[in-house]
């Protein structure tokens, strides 16, 4: 059970060890998987992927909502030494296929619930010689249950660890996966989250993991999953909802969660009465990334949850890590952290290092290696121009004078209106503090002179109506803060933005329906 000197970290221990203990409860039903029932169940799909003669490096894919065999899908491939692609579920049939067929897959799990992508996915992905399906059947696939049941409950013979090989949400064309090697070694040695995990957050195996996202995004799939390794329990939201959330750490004694920082706003927009009903005095650790969180909001949950909220800027690439405590945020408002893997370089448009305070792309010199899968270019663009080894994942920010790194946008999102380049994070992150905004999202409109100009699209809390009183609200109280270039020029109103569950926007989703009829985004 010992990898060197390091402990075995996984299921297959915590079963011999704590057999009886919930390695996961689906929030919703209140159904518990112990470890003694993970390991087993894990272990019969690792038999059956070997027998459908899949080897060490080989892929599957799967595409389920939080499911409560999602886990065991994940550690029999880990276990066997696979490649495993956790597909969104709320993908089309043609992305679908585009990520299975990408990503080389043999083998695809999925659900009845997805019962129709399901059936179209199966035409258009002829290299997949296994299609298993969750609670029920249709054509093309074979009950997952039925099929796992044939197999022992006993871990295959030539164990090793796999890894994930994750997709970024496609935002801008086509996702691409982010491909790493293998671990080296024999099965059980702690990932690199699961370290993290224990070293900055206190991860061991008395604490209890809220995890309130989709479980096939980067942060909650990897968090959790190093909850298991440390022989801790996870409590696993279907659905995110504000006030459940603050339930379950109550009932829960939640000690450790991770969110995303429209979390933070939906739970603050609450009735205060309906806020503070729960006790979250549990609550040791709240992890947050994903987006930059707007400093009042932040200043809120800290005086709300107390000095409980850690923060950490980094990315499926792996290429770098920064992270930053309550207290050290207090000091440096709107900072990410310093880099703990890693150096950051701030390079200007020239290539060069920018100055202090100066923004600039985000750039990390790391020895850590990754590429796009099958796009060679997208890997090019994000490696240093001038062959300095770094890479970056195209954030724009800058560093301060103790080194501490801060966030203003993606590069993409700029807009460029009459010359001029405006990053749209500072205008959202303001308009989020309106009491009557929910959610927000700034971007470029076409604009005959300028070329582009700043419209803001935004989703009002239940009870106010959109007017053209409140656009001019909006305007006004954006420029009492901000220059006025920064600031919308028209505010539309929506029901809803598209929004990903992790709290990721799809700009390009808003941004298509007013560029339509143009050729490019030049006017």
């Known amino acids: 059970m010992v990898v060197g000197t390091v402990r075995a970290m996984y299921p297959g221990v915590h079963a011999q060890t704590t057999p009886d203990k919930p390695a996961y409860i689906m929030a919703g039903t209140g159904e518990a998987v112990t470890y003694r029932e993970l390991d087993e169940r894990s272990n019969r799909l690792a038999h059956l992927l070997r027998e459908a003669g899949l080897q060490r490096g080989d892929s599957i894919a799967l595409m389920l909502e939080n499911h409560p065999r999602y886990f065991e899908i994940l550690w029999a491939a880990q276990r066997a030494g696979l490649y495993y692609t956790a597909i969104s579920s709320r993908l089309t049939p043609g992305e679908t296929s585009y990520i299975i067929n990408d990503c080389g897959a043999k083998v695809f799990i999925t659900s009845a619930y997805k019962r129709d992508v399901a059936e179209m996915v199966a035409v258009d992905t002829p290299e997949v010689t296994v299609r298993l399906m969750l609670d029920g059947t ?7 249950e039925d099929a796992v049941a044939k197999y022992p409950a006993t871990p295959i013979a030539d164990e090793s660890e796999g890894t994930d090989m994750l997709y970024s949400s496609g935002t801008t064309g086509r996702p691409k996966g982010v491909r790493v090697p293998l671990p080296e070694g024999a099965m059980g040695q702690p990932s690199g989250v699961t370290l993290v995990g224990q070293m900055l957050y206190g991860f061991n195996d008395s604490m209890v993991y809220l995890s309130p996202a989709p479980l096939y995004h980067a942060a909650p799939l990897r968090f959790t999953m ?9 409590i696993v939201m279907e659905h995110f909802d ?12 939640v000690t ?6 429209t979390m933070f706003v939906r739970m603050l927009k609450l009735p205060e009465a309906q806020r503070t009903q729960f006790d979250v005095s549990s609550l040791q650790i709240a992890i947050h990334a994903a987006a930059p969180c707007p400093i009042p909001v932040k200043e809120q949950m800290i005086a709300w949850w107390g000095p409980v909220i850690m923060e950490y800027y980094a990315g499926t690439e792996g290429n770098g890590f920064c992270a930053i405590t309550s207290e050290e945020w207090l000091q440096h408002k709107g900072s990410v952290g310093k880099p703990l893997m890693g150096v950051v370089h701030i390079v200007g448009e020239d290539g060069e290092e920018v100055a202090t305070r100066e923004e600039g792309t985000i750039y990390f010199e790391s020895g850590s290696t990754f590429e796009y899968h099958n796009d060679p270019e997208k890997t090019a663009q994000s490696r240093d121009p001038k062959g300095r080894g770094w890479s970056t994942l195209g954030d724009v920010g800058y560093v301060d004078e103790d080194g501490y790194l801060y966030l203003t946008d993606r590069k993409a999102y700029m807009i460029i209106s009459g010359g001029v380049n405006i990053y749209p994070q500072e205008a959202e992150n303001l308009l989020t503090t ?34 053209p009183d409140l656009e001019r609200e909006l305007i006004q109280f954006c420029r009492d803060e901000l220059a006025d270039v920064k600031c919308p020029r028209s ?9 990903h569950p992790t709290g990721k926007l799809y700009k390009r989703l808003l941004r298509d329906k007013y560029w339509e009829g143009h050729q490019s985004r030049l006017v």
Do not use: M
């Open 226 to 234: 190093a909850v298991h390794r440390v022989g801790g329990t996870a």
């Open 491 to 499: 505010v539309d109103f929506t029901d809803e933005l598209p929004r």
């Open 434 to 467: 309106h009491p009557k905004v929910l959610d927000v999202a700034v971007i470029g409109v076409p604009n005959e002179d300028f070329g582009e100009e700043v419209k803001a699209v935004v989703q009002l809390v239940d009870g106010v109506e959109p007017s």
């Open 138 to 144: 249709t054509t093309g696939y074979d009950s997952y």
């Open 242 to 253: 504000p006030v459940e959330f603050l339930r379950l750490i109550e009932t829960h004694k």
């Open 256 to 261: 450790h969660t991770q969110v995303v920082p």
